[in-house]
């Protein structure tokens, strides 16, 4: 079975653009999770969404928001990056919400 | 408020010397307790799923174990390999979010 696959692995951007990461869930799968991690930081958690809808999200600014398709794949958009949104991107999938998530590689997104 | 603490922060042990990571944890009810392995830059990596306490899973020189409380990760005569961040993370039986510890950073020194 394939694994959670992220797109693109690796994103450099300016102050001011936006950026739209892409998840693709284990098949089968209906919930995904979208999380921010920095250095030395835990994983800061952004949103949930389970069956097209957004289930929970954390304490970001509406600058971070998110979408789920049909088929369970989740895009996440930043808009006006700010430096401090260089980050891991990770994004994990499980078959239902609050089960065991499986994490994809993440997307490395560097702000200049 | 639902809470996961995992210590040490940092664990630097000698190649063989056996050890525990600790996941304390808050929350009203639990519905499972997570461990994950993440290496540098990468995704965390699936470990274990505990949801009852006695609970015990192995995996090669893992052992996870589960209290009412905490949670332990026992590390058997550890190789360099198994350096890396080990996260635990909780889901609550009334809520529908799982809530991470900032984790342990281990490194085995050959």
């Known amino acids: 079975k394939a694994g959670v696959t992220q797109t693109p692995r690796y994103l450099i951007k300016t102050r001011g653009q936006q950026v739209t990461l892409s998840c693709s869930p284990i098949?089968?799968?209906?919930?995904v999770s979208w999380y921010q991690q920095t250095p030395g930081q835990g994983l800061q958690f952004l949103f949930e969404?389970?069956?097209?809808?957004?289930?929970n999200k954390g304490n970001f600014p509406g600058r971070f928001s998110g979408r789920q398709f049909s088929n369970s794949r989740s895009e996440m958009n930043v808009s006006t990056l700010e430096l401090g949104d260089s980050a891991l991107y990770l994004c994990?999938?499980?078959?239902?919400?609050?089960?065991?998530?499986?994490f994809g590689p993440g997307t490395r997104l560097l702000v200049l | 408020e639902d809470q996961v603490t995992q210590s040490p922060e940092a664990l630097r042990l000698q190649e063989g010397e056996s050890s525990s990571l600790n996941c304390s944890y808050t929350?009203?009810?639990?519905?499972?307790l997570f461990w994950y392995r993440q290496d540098p830059g990468k995704g965390p990596e699936f470990l274990f799923t505990?949801?009852?306490a006695g609970e015990e899973k192995e995996k090669e020189r893992l052992k996870a174990t589960l209290t009412k409380k905490e949670s332990f990760l026992h590390i058997t005569a550890p190789k360099p390999e198994d350096s890396a961040t080990y996260l635990c993370?909780?889901?609550?039986?009334?809520?529908?979010?799982?809530?991470f510890g900032s984790g342990t950073r281990l490194s085995i020194r050959p």
């Open positions: 505990l949801y009852s």
């Open positions: 969404y389970f069956s097209e809808t957004q289930r």
């Open positions: 929350v009203s009810g639990l519905r499972g």
């Open positions: 993370a909780v889901s609550e039986s009334s809520a529908s979010k799982i809530i």
């Open positions: 994990a999938s499980s078959w239902g919400q609050a089960e065991t998530q499986y």
């Open positions: 098949s089968g799968h209906r919930s």
